[in-house]
């Protein structure tokens, strides 16, 4: 049987640009500016890397369809370079392709970089376009927030929730992430706001309002990996490797009969028990010291929390109401701000998740650093709660 990648692949260095509205700078400026930084953290030179992805999602406006535009940003010196795409997961499955191309050997140094630059698109979340006849077919002029509204909805029904309970419980989320934010000089937006700033905004999607949903944001990040072998032979202490790396993409199961209650996202669930199970963690409630996910709606956060068991079923309003997932809270979640106030560019956000822990476990976080984080999760979500690609992250010291 597999015995999957713990411990097998160690991050030897992490880069990430300033998220947000980068008018004057190209995608591959933002590239650069987050792999000069990973690179100076790994203590390497460009011709040591011997593969490299590219994760990016509206590549036919903000990059290019091939992996070129990184080889040539970077200089990498002929060297093979693959770009991947998998929604808001892209960065995600480029840290997996580079992690397995080391634990299976294939090369010593591996490099992942997710970028986007959506300011240049013009996109603004409304309405979704086009991408074939998938959306044509099942999404026609459906939103982002409408979708996940439609999440808030169905939790409700299901468990039976208050609604202005579950309306202050999303605020709560948004305050956190702001309160976070504004520590993070990287992140897109660092303005502390009040829970009744949430509450009297403007509705965007019922009950989602302006401060329930992230923005839109350029940005890159940047991770390079290794074995633990020659981490450890460069002097990095201490040494962080990864845990799990696990993906679940949907089988249109959600789409197609009502065994889905929509009150959840199943691939997160099974992408979660898988990391665990990869990463040897029985308890992740005391064992699991930081996580980042993937809140690009308040309510996205909130249901995530049950999905990867922090919280009991029915339990995440009144568990976020009471602080449990705040900065001195029993689980810290979005430390950095998270997509709400770091910043959303869909190919980065996976890799930029993985740079928040990377720092925290090293104790390299600055004002926002938690006490003796030994492990972090990252949860990244691609596509809407209907029909999604749920990627789960663990990563950790190595003892």
Same mark, same amino acid.
């Given at each position: 049987?597999?015995?999957?990648?713990?411990?097998?692949?160690?991050?030897?260095?992490?880069?990430?640009?300033?998220?947000?509205?980068?008018?004057?700078?190209?995608?591959?400026?933002?590239?650069?500016?987050?792999?000069?930084?990973?690179?100076?953290?790994?203590?390497?030179?460009?011709?040591?890397?011997?593969?490299?992805w590219l994760g990016t999602? =509206?590549?036919?406006?903000?990059?290019?369809?091939?992996?070129?535009?990184? +080889?040539?940003?970077?200089?990498?010196?002929?060297?093979?370079?693959?770009?991947?795409?998998?929604?808001?997961?892209?960065?995600?499955?480029?840290?997996?392709?580079?992690?397995?191309?080391?634990?299976?050997?294939?090369?010593?140094?591996?490099?992942?970089?997710?970028? !986007?630059?959506?300011?240049?698109?013009?996109?603004?979340?409304?309405?979704?376009?086009?991408?074939?006849?998938?959306?044509?077919?099942?999404?026609?002029?459906?939103?982002?927030?409408?979708?996940?509204?439609?999440?808030?909805?169905?939790?409700?029904?299901?468990?039976?929730?208050?609604?202005?309970?579950?309306?202050?419980?999303?605020?709560?989320?948004?305050?956190?992430?702001?309160?976070?934010?504004?520590?993070?000089?990287?992140?897109?937006?660092?303005?502390?706001?009040?829970? !009744?700033?949430?509450?009297?905004?403007?509705?965007?999607?019922?009950?989602?309002?302006?401060?329930?949903?992230?923005?839109?944001?350029?940005?890159?990040?940047?991770?390079?990996?290794?074995?633990?072998?020659?981490? /450890?032979?460069?002097?990095?202490?201490?040494?962080?490797?990864?845990?799990?790396?696990?993906?679940?993409?949907?089988?249109?199961?959600e789409l197609s009969h009502?065994?889905?209650?929509? /009150?959840?996202?199943?691939?997160?669930?099974?992408?979660?028990?898988?990391?665990?199970?990869? /990463?040897?963690?029985?308890?992740?409630?005391?064992?699991?010291?930081?996580?980042?996910?993937?809140?690009?709606?308040?309510?996205?956060?909130?249901?995530?929390?049950?999905?990867?068991?922090?919280?009991?079923?029915?339990? +995440?309003?009144?568990?976020?109401?009471?602080?449990? =997932?705040?900065?001195?809270?029993?689980?810290?979640?979005?430390?950095?701000?998270?997509?709400?106030?770091?910043?959303?560019?869909?190919?980065?956000?996976?890799?930029?998740?993985?740079?928040?822990? =990377?720092?925290?476990?090293?104790?390299?976080?600055?004002?926002?650093?938690?006490?003796?984080?030994?492990?972090?999760?990252?949860? $990244?979500?691609?596509?809407?709660?209907?029909?999604?690609?749920?990627?789960? $992250?663990?990563?950790?010291?190595?003892?």
């Open positions: 049987m597999a015995k999957g990648i713990r411990d097998k692949v160690a991050i030897l260095g992490m880069g990430c640009s300033r998220f947000g509205e980068r008018w004057s700078d190209s995608a591959e400026d933002l590239m650069v500016e987050a792999f000069q930084e990973a690179l100076a953290d790994a203590g390497i030179g460009v011709g040591e890397i011997g593969a490299a999602s =509206y590549e036919e406006i903000g990059v290019g369809k091939s992996a070129i535009p990184l +080889a040539s940003a970077l200089r990498l010196p002929n060297l093979p370079v693959t770009r991947v795409e998998n929604l808001c997961a892209s960065g995600s499955e480029a840290v997996r392709g580079a992690a397995y191309a080391v634990a299976a050997g294939a090369c010593d140094i591996a490099l992942a970089l997710g970028v !986007e630059k959506l300011k240049d698109t013009g996109y603004g979340g409304l309405p979704v376009r086009t991408r074939g006849a998938f959306n044509d077919l099942w999404m026609p002029s459906m939103s982002a927030p409408g979708l996940f509204a439609q999440l808030a909805s169905a939790y409700v029904a299901k468990h039976g929730v208050d609604a202005h309970d579950l309306k202050r419980a999303m605020a709560h989320v948004s305050v956190k992430s702001h309160r976070n934010g504004a520590l993070n000089e990287k992140a897109h937006l660092r303005r502390e706001i009040t829970e !009744e700033q949430v509450l009297k905004a403007p509705t965007v999607a019922e009950p989602l309002g302006v401060f329930d949903c992230c923005g839109v944001s350029d940005g890159a990040a940047c991770a390079i990996v290794t074995t633990p072998e020659i981490a /450890a032979s460069l002097g990095k202490s201490p040494l962080v490797t990864i845990k799990a790396l696990q993906i679940a993409a949907s089988d249109g199961s009502n065994t889905w209650d929509g /009150a959840s996202v199943a691939n997160t669930r099974i992408a979660a028990q898988r990391a665990f199970q990869e /990463a040897g963690v029985s308890d992740p409630q005391s064992e699991i010291g930081a996580i980042e996910v993937h809140d690009c709606f308040s309510i996205t956060e909130l249901v995530t929390m049950e999905d990867l068991g922090f919280s009991r079923e029915g339990r +995440a309003v009144q568990d976020i109401l009471d602080g449990r =997932y705040d900065h001195d809270g029993a689980v810290p979640c979005q430390i950095d701000g998270g997509l709400k106030c770091f910043g959303h560019p869909i190919g980065a956000s996976g890799i930029r998740m993985l740079y928040e822990l =990377y720092l925290q476990i090293q104790g390299r976080a600055g004002p926002r650093q938690l006490r003796d984080v030994r492990l972090g999760l990252t949860h $990244n979500l691609g596509g809407a709660p209907l029909s999604n690609v749920a990627s789960v $992250n663990i990563i950790g010291r190595l003892d």
